[in-house]
C-alpha cells in the first residue's frame, strides 16, 4: 500500500468515525452557545409554607436580588418558624434528637452543596450553601457537618425544643418503636404518617435559576438515617437551560427514583411541566410502591405543575409567586 493509500484509508476511517460522532468538517466549528432568556422572575415553595416563604424571597426578586439568595431566606424563614417538621424544634429521631438534611443547588454553575444528618445547627439550608460555595464538596454529614459548620461561623445550639420533647416523650411512653425496620411500602400502603419539606425553587432577574430543600426528615427515624432532601436530582434539582424540581415525601422511596432530575430531564425533552411531574411520579408507582410522596416542577419560563401519589386527605401544594402576585395551587 502506498503512503498515499494508507493516508487515504486512516482519514477515511477517522472522518467516518468523526461523522458517527456527528461531527463532520464543515460541522467541527463549535456551535455559539445558545443564548438562555432571563425570563421573568418566580419563586415556588411548596407545601403550607409557600405564601410565607414567597412573601420572603419575591420582595428581594424584584429588587434584583439572585435567585440562591431568595431561596436561602425563603428557606431559613420557615426553618426558623418552630414548625414541627422543618428546621429547628421538630421531628426528633428514635433518641429524640432532631437532625436536619438540607441541599442548595445553583443553576449557572450546577454546583450543588449539602448537608446529611446535621446536628446542632438551625439553619441548614445555609450551611449548604457554605458547602457549595466554600468547598469543592457536595454533600457533608453527621457531626463533621456540625464541626464544618462551626468552622465557618455558624452557632451551635439544642434542636430541641418543648414540642419535639413532647412529641418523643409521649411516643417513648408509649413503648413505640421506629418503624424503619417494617417491611418495604410495596403494594401494601403507606404506613408513614409524619414528615414534611420544604423546598423552593427560584429565578433571578439575571435569568439564574436555584432550587433548594430543607427537613427535619422522617419521625423517630434510626439514628443516621438521611433522606432524600440532601441528594441531587432526588429531593431537589435545577438544570438552568430547562426548569427545577423539588420533591417531599417518603425520601428513603423517592430518592430511589430521582424524581426531580427524572421530571427536569422530561421537560428537557419537550414535556410540558405537569406531565413531567406525573410522569416521574408515575414511574414511582409502576415499581409498586405504595407511598406518600409529591414533586412540584417549574420551567424557566415560569409555566409550573405538580404532581403526588398517596396522600388522599393530604393536601399538597405549592405556591408561585410572581409580579402578579402568589398564586397556591393545590396538587390533586
Ligand atoms: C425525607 N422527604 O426525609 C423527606 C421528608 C418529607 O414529606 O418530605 N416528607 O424523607
Known sequence: MTDKAISRRFFGA????????????????PAAPKAIPTGKPFILTTWDFGPGANAVGWPMLASGASAIDAVEAAINHVELLGDYWVGAGGVPNEVG????????????THDLGAVGCLKRVKKAISVARAVMEKTQHSL?????????????????????????????????????????????????GDQLVGHDTVGSIALDA???????????????????????????GAGAYVDQAVGGAVATGNGDVMMRFLPTYHAV???????????AAEAAIKRIEDAGYSIGGGIAVIRRDGVHGGAKTGWEDTPFSYSVQTAAGNVKTPVS
Open 97 to 108: 434528637e432532631t437532625t436536619l438534611d438540607a441541599m442548595i443547588m445553583w443553576g449557572p
Open 206 to 232: 439575571a435569568g439564574n435559576l436555584c432550587v433548594g430543600c430543607s427537613t427535619n426528615g422522617r419521625e423517630f427515624k434510626i439514628p443516621g438515617r438521611v433522606g432524600d432532601s440532601p441528594i441531587a
Open 140 to 188: 457533608i454529614v453527621g457531626d463533621d457537618a456540625t464541626r464544618f459548620a462551626a468552622r465557618m461561623g455558624f452557632t451551635e445550639t439544642s434542636l430541641t425544643s418543648v414540642v419535639s420533647q413532647q412529641a418523643w416523650d409521649k411516643w417513648a411512653a408509649k413503648g413505640e418503636k421506629t418503624d424503619a425496620f417494617d417491611p418495604e411500602p410495596i403494594r401494601k
Open 14 to 29: 477517522a472522518a467516518a468515525g468523526l461523522a458517527a460522532l456527528g461531527i463532520t468538517g464543515a460541522a467541527a466549528k
Open 265 to 275: 430531564e422530561l421537560m428537557r425533552g419537550g414535556m410540558a411541566p405537569q406531565a
